[in-house]
């Protein structure tokens, strides 16, 4: 067997000693490293992905929301204004019900007309204020929207049991901050929108 020795002996050169760039190639001989545009391209995909999940997500529950109104007698925006008198805080008025739903004041008394006669609201007047009317989910419409969106509930419970209560806090910090984003983007005027890339209506 030759050695590399006798290679080098054999062909009349003389052997030289390794450099520094043989034993520490630099990050600019890497070409295992990624680059910018492979960073941007993982990002793009990473993006891509989660909307298209998003889309499934809200796919699914506009789905068991449609079939809730239609038991129900009512339009899929009724029953959005329904999860924003539940979700509040403290009770909504119909003015800032139309802020979140983002309709007209006789859109949103129409809606309230709708839900107050199928018995899912009340309105009530401000103790101190008597032109200020508060809505009010009532209890026996809440147990039936609870039944009905149950299933909603267990898919929700299942899933959550792969993961451990840090990455469930990263969901939530993420969903929460997207839907103040989202909530930033839809109050912006007209003239904002192209700093932000948004198309309005």
Same mark, same amino acid.
């Given at each position: @067997? &030759? ?5 080098? /002996? *054999?062909? =009349? /050169? ?20 990624? *680059?910018?545009?492979? #960073? ?11 909307? $298209?999940?998003?889309?499934? @997500?809200?796919?699914? +529950?506009?789905? &068991? $929301?449609? =079939?809730?109104?239609? !038991? ?9 204004? #329904?999860?924003? +008198? ?14 979140? #739903? %983002?309709?007209?004041? %006789?859109? $949103?008394?129409?809606?309230?007309? /709708?839900?107050?006669?199928? *018995?899912? &609201? ?46 469930? !806090?990263? $969901? ?9 984003? #989202?909530?930033?983007? /839809?109050?912006?005027?007209? =003239?904002?929108?192209?700093?932000? =890339?948004?198309? *309005?209506?």
């Amino acid at each position: @067997m &030759v050695s590399a020795k006798d290679s080098v /002996r *054999g062909s =009349g /050169r003389t052997p030289s000693a390794p450099t520094d760039a043989d034993l520490h190639p630099s990050a600019d001989t890497d070409l295992h490293a990624p *680059g910018d545009a492979d #960073l941007h391209r993982s990002a793009d995909a990473d993006l891509r992905a989660l909307a $298209v999940q998003l889309r499934r @997500m809200n796919g699914e +529950i506009n789905r &068991v $929301v449609h =079939g809730f109104a239609a !038991t129900q007698g009512l339009h899929a925006t009724d029953v959005q204004a #329904l999860a924003a +008198i539940l979700d509040a805080e403290e009770p909504l008025t119909p003015g800032r019900l139309r802020e979140h #739903l %983002g309709l007209t004041s %006789g859109a $949103v008394t129409a809606c309230l007309d /709708r839900l107050e006669r199928a *018995g899912h &609201v009340r309105r009530s007047r401000d103790s101190a204020d008597r032109r200020v009317v508060h809505l009010h989910y009532v209890n026996d419409a809440q147990r039936t929207a609870r039944a009905f969106f149950r299933p909603l509930a267990a898919a929700a419970t299942e899933a959550r049991t792969g993961f451990t209560d840090a990455e469930l !806090t990263v $969901v939530v910090r993420f969903l929460t901050t997207l839907n103040a984003e #989202l909530a930033t983007a /839809r109050n912006q005027a007209p =003239g904002e929108t192209a700093r932000t =890339g948004l198309k *309005g209506p």
